[in-house]
């Protein structure tokens, strides 16, 4: 493609020879000639100078005389729209319902979904248009999915959730009784989930993963969660039951969320973080116990620090001893 025609399918605003021809993406550090980069992160200018590659999608206030540039003001989504212009999206092998997939005769499919190869979709549950359940999936009886939803191989929609009384009954030792799981898992519009999540079913009412939502891998979502719209986990997020999770929520990897917790809208969580209360709207956390990140900074700071300050706490002790028997 023309650099000219993808500067003006992309939106961005072209510096350089509109005649270069580019078929494909490449990373700054590795993309070749022909292939076409982009820079996000103002950290890594410094790589335009030195890449490979024929033309670079950058912000609006990025200048280079090594390379050809399209200037955009969202950098990341025009580059994922010039992803697009050149090679489109995977192209899937087959339509409609595998062969060897396994679909309840009461469940519905909407028209335009895909579901490949040993996936399993149980009795009476729901599945929107135009979704694909990749190898493996599991939706379990009267789960929904809505449109457009996303679910890569080994998902599971639904299983039981981890509910049980433990209880002695006369003359046994207290063992663990399982409750009935009678609730369901509901997967809204636009919701794209990784390899291997799981999310349980309610033991009553619904689980709730909202619209637009998405996790990358190993995610598991507790039972009686609700997740809002338009959040982002990364892999392996661990929710327990009962949270309620606001909107545009971004979680990063391992991030572990205690049951029974409210996180408000647009919270931000720093990987391996642990969230043991309520976390207001609008802030980041950092740590475990999660914390506002500007206090975990000065709590890591010292914690850093931990041995030469039992050092000095020791020798303040010392000193302290010896003025007392002075007296």
Do not use: W
Not at 119 to 125: D, E, I, L, W
């Amino acid at each position: 493609m023309r650099l000219a025609d993808l500067a003006k399918e992309i939106g961005a605003e072209l510096t350089g020879d509109p005649d270069l021809d580019v078929t494909s993406a490449g990373t700054l550090e590795d993309a070749k000639s022909g292939q076409i980069s982009f820079l996000a992160n103002p950290k890594y200018a410094s790589q335009i100078e030195t890449t490979k590659a024929s033309a670079v999608i950058v912000g609006e206030n990025v200048k280079s005389d090594c390379v050809a540039l399209l200037k955009a003001k969202d950098p990341y989504y025009a580059f994922r729209q010039a992803v697009i212009a050149l090679n489109g999206f995977r192209k899937h092998p087959f339509s409609g319902v595998h062969p060897l997939a396994y679909v309840d005769a009461t469940a519905t499919v909407g028209e335009g979904t895909l579901i490949y190869p040993f996936c399993f979709v149980g009795p009476r549950a729901k599945i929107g248009r135009d979704c694909i359940l990749y190898p493996n999936v599991t939706v379990y009886d009267d789960c929904v999915l809505g449109d457009r939803v996303a679910l890569h191989a080994g998902c599971s929609i639904g299983q039981d959730g981890f509910g049980y009384a433990t209880h002695a009954l006369p003359g046994q030792a207290p063992a663990h009784h399982k409750i009935p799981q009678a609730g369901n898992a509901v997967i809204e519009d636009d919701v794209e989930l990784g390899a291997n999540c799981a999310v349980d079913r309610a033991t009553l009412g619904s689980t709730v993963v909202g619209r637009g939502t998405k996790f990358s891998n190993g995610v598991i979502i507790g039972h009686g969660s609700k997740i809002g719209a338009h959040c982002l986990f990364v892999a392996q997020v661990g929710i327990a039951g009962s949270v309620n999770v606001g909107n545009y929520v971004v979680m990063g990897g391992q991030v572990g969320v205690a049951g029974h917790l409210k996180i408000g809208d647009q919270v931000q969580i720093a990987a391996q973080s642990g969230v043991m209360t309520d976390l207001e709207s609008k802030q980041n956390y950092l740590g475990a116990p999660a914390m506002p990140i500007s206090q975990a900074r000065r709590v890591y700071t010292h914690f850093a620090n931990l041995p030469e300050l039992v050092n000095r706490l020791k020798e303040l002790e010392k000193k302290v001893a010896e003025l007392g028997e002075r007296k």
